[in-house]
């Protein structure tokens, strides 16, 4: 049986500074319905910032793009319609005027959801997806489509030293976890 309930990252655009209250809202409202099967995911990006005061060490959580929140969903029959009559919501990101919700392409997810994962302040320390003498594809950035191997991985920053052949040379390029699969 094929699974036809697939869910893609949207965009929701919020009044600017409610960006968690409507992730709340958005969050009461599916589970008073019922619908978590469609909506699995409410995420505001946020960016953690480090400031002193009074010889204190302040983390703060800041929205790393105000008035946006993401959502992961199927947006079935009338889940867009719910969630845009929620307090606070302006719409869809990229709808045309009565058209349907655009969803984000993977590479844009990854690159926001990598922003998120970028500035957790506490590194996490999963497993290494690559190892050395891997063969991966580029999938983002001026590279996008290129075939190369792992060099070196640099762990702390999440990023791979990556040997790629260009016009018959083999040209070393930095790359980050989220541009690069493997084949």
């Known amino acids: 049986m094929a699974d036809n ?3 893609k990252w949207y965009v929701v655009r919020a009044v600017s500074g409610q960006e968690n209250k409507v992730k709340a809202y958005i969050e009461t ?3 008073r319905l ?4 469609y909506v699995s995911q409410v995420l505001v990006p ?3 910032v480090v400031s002193v005061k009074d010889g204190k060490k302040l983390i703060k959580e800041k929205v790393y793009f ?9 947006l079935v029959g009338e889940i867009p319609h719910i969630i845009k009559s929620i307090t606070s919501v302006i719409g869809f990101l990229g709808e045309i005027k009565g058209g349907e919700p655009v969803p984000l392409r993977l590479s844009e997810v990854n690159r926001m959801l990598g922003k998120v994962d970028e500035l957790a302040v506490n590194t996490d320390n999963r497993a290494i997806p690559f190892n050395l003498g891997e063969t991966i594809k580029v999938i983002d950035g001026p590279f996008n489509g290129f075939n190369g191997t792992v060099e070196k991985i640099n762990e702390e920053k999440r990023k791979l030293e990556v040997m790629v052949k260009i016009f018959g040379r083999k ?3 930095e790359l980050s976890f989220m541009q690069v699969e493997k084949v």
Do not use: C
């Open 5 to 7: 309930n697939v869910k």
């Open 46 to 48: 946020t960016e953690k």
């Open 29 to 31: 409202e599916i589970s």
């Open 34 to 37: 019922e619908m978590e099967d």
């Open 171 to 173: 040209t070393p390029l």
């Open 66 to 74: 105000p008035g946006y929140v993401m959502i992961e969903a199927n």
